[in-house]
């Protein structure tokens, strides 16, 4: 479960520290007082886009950390290990995400982490709802998602969706070959053009490099001989030169040798330096005799350089792009001119990759046609709990002309929530208040299948009120059975039902204004609920202990 959660500087949120338990965490307050802050700080643990806008005024960053103890551990410890990072140790699982003004951190467990892994680790953390997500039950891909977590095919699934994917880039690659096949007689001449224009020219890798160097001496060539001329004058032995001085310094040197010879180690550096300076004279000398100055190689250098720049014009930017272009090039043309050949195998691997995604699609579909009447049967009950006492509810999986993605079928919920109203899909027949207690009798019957640790309901009890929204309470009080189940709300009756009950108000001093969240009990909780109930008046009060007397028992 959720055991902690920290927010600083999000928004109204300056500082909170929520320890929370398990079971039903409801969460009220009034309108505006700072609950969606709580929503968007689990969604940004669950690495949705950040926006520094989020950043409390005044502050300079925000952040985010919530603390998960966790029973079993093995899914998660594989994704830190594709991710390169170490399994948990122990049970807590620490996600921190920073949000600065141009930078966004997050963290696990203290080593840094990318935002799409935070994405991941989510989806097997937490399953968040709001007043809107019940329209994801419109969507049919959804909705065979929801048909194979209750049959537990979620693996068949995945591996029905691999071999489709192999087949569909056999049938890509074989029409691919089959238009080239129609294609001109010209495309062909234009790939042995390029090859043979790239033939021609002999590339080497690492050629321009060389060449490029080799030119700038051949162009410098007089330049190179003139400035060498003037280092061996400065440094010759003739009148004025430097190495001239140092000959005359040096037999002075050595006839104070002669009259004080402890000064010959403090001398030792000057016959070092004159001596580096005789081979640089030396060294200079031999290069200048090594420059040649051959027009005709300066212009060999140029042509070669130009061939070269006009191929990265048409190929490339590289000589090893160029030879790569050269390489595709003649695989190109190498299948265009044996495409009979193989379209022939690529036909066969089309025929074998489809028999294969008819052998699994089949079996794939038996397993949904038996789990089918079964998963609407148990959605039936939870919807006559919550209200529904003669609705109708149907899982119709209707066979697609060719195989698809997710499998032969495709699936619709069909639903009639009143009696002698015809069967219709759900997305054409249900109100929001009507979808947010399918959705809700979708989640129940999917509970005991759905392995996801915390669920979060975020007003998803909007459009619903009196015995329906009891009804509601209830339903996410049985789910929190084997979930942890975190509502936010504004009905009374649901939040009676909570197993620990907090408050969110908002704060006013002369600057500031700041939300802040407090757990409340026995007085403090009847207050609460009395003021959802409409004030405090007496009978607000009286109803309010009613409820918790009804949730008790």
């Known amino acids: 479960m959720l055991s902690l959660l920290k927010i600083q500087n999000l928004a109204l949120v300056e500082d909170l520290a929520w320890e929370l338990g398990p079971g039903l965490v409801g969460v009220t307050g009034e309108t505006g007082a700072g609950k969606s802050i709580i929503v968007g700080a689990l969604k940004l643990i669950l690495g949705e886009r950040a926006d520094k806008g989020l950043i409390r005024t005044g502050t300079e960053s925000c952040s985010v950390e919530a603390v998960f103890d966790l029973k079993k551990t093995d899914t998660v410890d594989s994704i830190l290990t594709e991710s390169g990072l170490d399994p948990l140790d122990g049970e807590s699982l620490i996600i921190r995400r920073v949000i600065g003004a141009s930078t966004n951190k997050q963290f696990v467990n203290g080593s840094p982490v990318t935002s799409a892994m935070l994405k991941e680790l989510g989806a097997y953390l937490v399953d968040l709802h709001g007043p809107h997500d019940h329209q994801s039950l419109n969507s049919r891909e959804r909705q065979l998602e929801m048909l194979d977590g209750y049959a537990g095919l979620d693996n068949a699934s995945e591996a029905y969706r691999a071999a489709h994917q192999i087949w569909r880039k056999a049938v890509g690659e074989y029409e691919e070959l089959a238009t080239s096949e129609r294609a001109s007689e010209q495309e062909m001449d234009m790939l042995r053009f390029q090859i043979n224009d790239i033939d021609a020219a002999g590339l080497r890798e690492g050629e321009e490099e060389q060449i490029e160097s080799r030119h700038r001496i051949a162009a410098n060539g007089s330049r190179l001989v003139e400035l060498c001329g003037q280092v061996e004058e400065r440094l010759g032995e003739g009148e004025g030169g430097v190495l001239a001085g140092m000959r005359d310094v040096s037999r002075l040197l050595h006839d104070l040798e002669k009259l004080d010879p402890k000064l010959a180690e403090s001398f030792q550096g000057f016959q070092s330096a004159y001596i580096e300076l005789q081979d640089l004279e030396g060294s200079v000398r031999e290069y200048a005799e090594e420059i040649e100055i051959q027009p005709e190689e300066l212009e060999r250098l140029e042509e070669r350089i130009h061939i070269i720049q006009l191929l990265k014009r048409k190929y490339g930017s590289s000589i090893t792009a160029i030879l790569k272009f050269k390489e595709e090039a003649e695989e190109k043309l190498g299948r265009m001119e044996n495409r009979g050949e193989a379209l022939e195998k690529l036909d066969e691997a089309v025929k074998a990759s489809r028999k294969q995604v008819d052998k699994m699609g089949h079996d794939l579909s038996a397993q949904r046609k038996l789990a089918a009447p079964r998963l609407a049967k ?56 009507e979808m947010s207690r399918v959705l ?54 649901l939040a009676s039902l909570a197993q620990s009950h907090f408050v969110v108000t908002k704060e006013f001093d002369e600057h500031r204004t700041r939300s802040t969240l407090r757990e409340v009990a026995g007085p403090a909780r009847v207050e609460e609920l009395a003021r959802m109930l409409g004030g405090k008046a007496e009978s607000a009060r009286i109803h309010a202990e009613s409820l918790l007397a009804g949730a008790a028992k």
């Open 378 to 433: 148990d959605i039936a009950v939870h919807l006559a709990d919550l209200g529904f006492k003669r609705a109708v509810f149907e899982v119709s999986l209707t066979l697609r002309p060719e195989p698809a993605r997710d499998g032969l079928e495709e699936v619709d919920f069909l639903f009639a929530p009143n009696p002698g109203e015809p069967l219709k899909p759900l997305r054409l027949t249900a109100s929001s208040g």
């Open 440 to 493: 809700l009798a979708v989640k129940s019957a999917l509970a005991r299948e759905d392995s996801i640790p915390l669920m979060v309901f975020d007003e998803i009890d909007a459009n619903v009120g009196g015995n329906i929204a009891e009804a509601v309470g209830r339903k996410m009080a049985a789910l929190s059975g084997q979930h942890q189940v975190i509502a936010i709300t504004h009905m009374p009756q």
